[in-house]
């Protein structure tokens, strides 16, 4: 029997702006799906930080998206400790804590979630904070949600949301074991580093007060439909926009027109193949295929799907494809 079965289904967005679009539509198609996914049966809906990316909208959302909906978990996809005084985000989350109690997840990242300059105007006059800090920064945040030391988290203290770590190499998974706390690994944009960072979180796990064995969820890109050919068509506007954004030009979501008939050069297209490479695409049997593959080769606890579509009704319908895979 595949494991695929036995593992929690959660959804991250991105809030994608369209092309055509604005971001005000962005941010109530990502509440209309929170809505959407909670009644498919998914665990958790998380929403990223990301700055000046005009085809990203996804901001403080967390907050809407936990007051249109009734059960399901909503969380950070993550926080990006550096760009934040610690004591802000305890606050934050324990007001959201206090609204929704067992409701919120705190995901927490060290890297700036946008280019260098972008960061420094999100920090002011704080100084750029190296990888050492980051450990120091989350100590100090975990604090933040106790009652000790001079400076109390009103309110924060005695609101703790469960603290995930975020990552994409090492780095994060050899912390987090190491503090025992739950792994969330972006395999969508880091597919290389996924097996060596998974085994590294599980040797150095060390059981704590919050977890006793290590757990992982996977951040995986998916696109869905009733056949191959449609879904590769679906995935070309985020292929296209991955490009652009690694030749410095970030772009809204084109169609998937636009996406077709873009002037790919050959660096272009070497660029689009790695994209669609790390996306899990195709009809409900070759995403089964590919997403038990990846479970089993990770022995991931939980999967946490991103869908980057144009239209929000293949939005939407791939991940209800998805979910009767694991209803199946």
């Given amino acids: 029997m595949s494991r695929l079965s036995e593992i929690a289904l959660s959804v991250l967005d991105l809030s994608p702006i369209p092309s055509g679009a604005d971001a005000g539509t962005a941010l109530r198609g990502t509440v209309e799906l929170a809505r959407h996914a909670e009644n498919l049966g998914y665990r958790r809906f998380w929403v990223a930080e990301h700055h000046n990316m005009p085809g990203i909208a996804s901001s403080v959302l967390m907050s809407h998206v936990a007051t249109a909906t009734r059960t399901i978990r909503v969380g950070s996809g993550g926080i990006m400790l550096p760009n934040h005084a610690p004591l802000s985000v305890a606050e934050q989350f324990g007001t959201l804590e206090a609204f929704h109690p067992g409701r919120i997840d705190l995901g927490i990242g060290r890297a700036p979630g946008t280019d260098q300059r972008t960061a420094l105007a999100l920090r002011g006059s704080r100084q750029a904070l190296g990888a050492d800090d980051f450990p120091r920064q989350l100590s100090e945040l975990l604090r933040f949600f106790t009652d000790e030391g001079p400076v109390r988290a009103v309110p924060g203290a005695g609101y703790r949301p469960p603290v995930w770590l975020l990552g994409s190499s090492g780095f994060s998974a050899r912390l987090a074991g190491s503090l025992g706390l739950p792994f969330a690994f972006a395999h969508h944009f880091s597919a290389r580093n996924t097996l060596p960072a ?113 239209g929000e009704a293949d939005r939407r319908r791939s991940y209800e494809l998805v979910a009767g895979l694991v209803r199946d």
């Fill in 198 to 310: 998974v085994e590294l979180y599980r040797e150095s796990f060390q059981p704590s007060e919050v977890l006793a064995e290590p757990y992982v969820m996977l951040g995986t890109a998916v696109v869905c439909a009733e056949t191959d050919e449609r879904a590769r068509w679906l995935a070309g506007p985020s292929g296209l926009q991955f490009v652009q954004l690694r030749r410095g030009n970030p772009i809204p979501l084109p169609t998937p027109e636009e996406a077709a008939e873009h002037p790919y050069s050959d660096v272009d297209r070497h660029l689009l193949e790695e994209r669609l490479g790390t996306t899990i695409h195709g009809s409900p049997s070759t995403v089964r295929k590919g997403l038990e593959t990846l479970v089993e080769d990770t022995g991931a606890e939980e999967l946490m799907i991103t869908t980057m579509v144009h």
